[in-house]
C-alpha cells in the first residue's frame, strides 16, 4: 500500500511538473530562449556554482546547530554528507520518504534520538530558510518598483518596513513556543539561513551575468525569492515548473523579461541538479568518531 502511495504521488509530481513547463513555454517565445541560451557566457556560471554550494553549506551548517541542541554530534564532514545524500532524495526519488524523512530514519537509528525531535529540528530548518528569504523581500520591496494598484506606495513601503522590524522577532516567538529545545541555537541558526540565503542572491547575480542581464537585477533576485518559496512546496519535481511559473506571471508586476527569466530559471535548477547528483556519490557514515 504504502509503495503504492509513493507511486502516485510520484505520478502527481509528473504531471504537475508537465503542466507547469506546458503552461510557462505556452506564454514564451521558445525561438528567442533557444538563441539566449546560445549566447550564454560560461565562465560565470563558474563563480555562480560557487556560490551555491557555498549557500548549502551554510544551510548544512545550520541545520547541525540544531542537530547539537538535541544531541546530536555530528562533524561538519558526516554533516555534509547526509545534507548531499538528503538534496539527492529530494531531487531525484521525489516519490519516497524524501531527503529530510531519510536523514530523520538514519539519525533516528545511529543516535536513538527520538522522531518526534527530529522532525521537529527538520521542520525548522525548514522554517529558518524562509525566515530568511521573507527578510530580505520584505527589504527588496522597498528598493524594486512593483505595480500594486490596490495600495498607496507610501503605505506599502509601511507594510514593508514593519514586515522587516516584526519577522525577526515573529519567529523567535514561534521558537520559543514551538521549538523550545532549538532555542539556543536561534541566533546562530539565523546567522546561517542569511549567510546561505545572501549566498544564492549573488548566484543569481551571476547567472544573471551569464545571460547578458544587466538591467533589473533587483526585480530579478526579488522575484527569485519568491520563485524559492514556491518550489519548496512539494508540488512538482524539484522545483521545476513551478519557479518558472512564477517568473513567467510576476514580469507583469516587477518588469523582468519572461523568457530571459525562464532561462535563469532553469540554469539554476540545472546547477542545482549537478550539485545535488553528489549525493549519489557519498556515504553518511555517522558511526565513525565526529
Not at 542537530?67 to 547526509?82: K, M, P, Y
Not at 518526534?116 to 527589504?139: E, N, P, S, T, Y
Request: net charge positive.
Amino acid at each position: 500500500m504504502s509503495q503504492l502511495k509513493n507511486q502516485l504521488k510520484t505520478a502527481l509530481k509528473l504531471l504537475l511538473t508537465g503542466l507547469a513547463l506546458y503552461l510557462v513555454f505556452r506564454k514564451i517565445d521558445t525561438a528567442q530562449l533557444l538563441e539566449l541560451s546560445k549566447a550564454i557566457h560560461w565562465l560565470w556560471l563558474i563563480p555562480a556554482a560557487l556560490l551555491f554550494i557555498l549557500s548549502k553549506v551554510a544551510t548544512a551548517i545550520r541545520l547541525n546547530r540544531y542537530f547539537e541542541n538535541i544531541g546530536i554530534q555530528l562533524s561538519e564532514l558526516q554533516n555534509w554528507r547526509l545534507y548531499l545524500i538528503g538534496m539527492f532524495y529530494n531531487l531525484f526519488l521525489p516519490g519516497g520518504i524524501g531527503g529530510d524523512g531519510y536523514k530523520v530514519y538514519l539519525l533516528n537509528k545511529a543516535f536513538k534520538t527520538p522522531v518526534k525531535k527530529l522532525l521537529q529540528a527538520a521542520l525548522l530548518d525548514r522554517l529558518g530558510g524562509l525566515v530568511a528569504i521573507v527578510f530580505l523581500l520584505f527589504g527588496l520591496f522597498l528598493f524594486v518598483d512593483i505595480r500594486i494598484d490596490f495600495l498607496e506606495s507610501s503605505a506599502w513601503d509601511g507594510l514593508m518596513v514593519a514586515g522587516l522590524i516584526l519577522t525577526i522577532p515573529g519567529f523567535w516567538m514561534v521558537q520559543k513556543v514551538l521549538f523550545k529545545d532549538f532555542v539556543p541555537s536561534f541566533w546562530s541558526g539565523n546567522a546561517w539561513s542569511f549567510t546561505g540565503q545572501i549566498a544564492q542572491l549573488i548566484c543569481a547575480w551571476f547567472i544573471l551575468k551569464s545571460l547578458g542581464i544587466s538591467e533589473n537585477i533587483l526585480a530579478y533576485q526579488l522575484v527569485f525569492l519568491l520563485s524559492s518559496i514556491v518550489a519548496v512546496l512539494p508540488l512538482t519535481i524539484g522545483g521545476v515548473g513551478a519557479r518558472e511559473l512564477v517568473f513567467v506571471y510576476a514580469h507583469t508586476y516587477s518588469g523582468i523579461e519572461e523568457t530571459a527569466a525562464v532561462a535563469f530559471s532553469l540554469i539554476f535548477f540545472l546547477i542545482s541538479a549537478i550539485v545535488s547528483l553528489a549525493g549519489v556519490f557519498v556515504k553518511a557514515d555517522l558511526t565513525e568518531k565526529s
